[in-house]
């Protein structure tokens, strides 16, 4: 039996609306959701058309338009139909959007999720970073560079393993 989110013209709610998103992975980290992440700011819908918003991670982030086209995609496999997706990056993506769920799956996926609040001085910071495998607050930073740009190359001081921390900012 077909349901109603295959339906031409059927109406969604905002709410079925973001939970489809949450479907919707990152492409560089497909382990967290693009809702997850914070990326999607705002579900909008009236009687014939939807917009999602999106603000990257940054300006120059080359997964925007692969993000972009994974969300028309995901709505139209729903039966949403007339569906934008447009870009906002005022105010700019800070990790602070991530969502505790989002800050879970990182960690449970061997990548150390940003601590504390986000801010410039906070990216240079000393802070303790603590192991998404042990948990040891004993860990040191090799590079400021990691695997993406967001993301720096630490190592625990007591299980010895490698892992990229995500990056506050």
Do not use: H
């Not at 996926?109 to 940003?114: F, K």
């Amino acid at each position: 039996m077909v349901g109603s989110e295959n339906l031409p013209g059927a109406r969604f709610s905002e709410a079925q609306i973001w939970d489809w998103l949450t479907e919707v992975p990152d492409p560089e980290l497909p382990f967290v959701s693009v809702v997850d992440l914070g990326i999607v700011r705002s579900v909008r819908t009236t009687d014939d058309e939807t917009q999602v918003v999106v603000t990257p991670t940054y300006s120059g982030c080359p997964a925007t338009a692969v993000i972009t086209l994974a969300i028309e995609q995901k709505l139209a496999e729903k039966g949403l139909q007339n569906c934008w997706v447009t870009q906002k990056i005022s105010p700019p993506w800070t990790t602070d959007w991530i969502s505790d769920d989002g800050r879970a799956k990182l960690k449970a996926n061997g990548i150390a999720p940003p601590s504390g609040q986000a801010s410039c001085a906070g990216m240079m910071a000393k802070a303790p970073v603590r192991c998404p495998r042990c948990n040891s607050a004993n860990t040191s930073r090799m590079s400021f560079f990691g695997s993406t740009p967001c993301k720096a190359s630490y190592r625990c001081d007591d299980c010895l393993e490698p892992f990229d921390y995500f990056k506050p900012f």
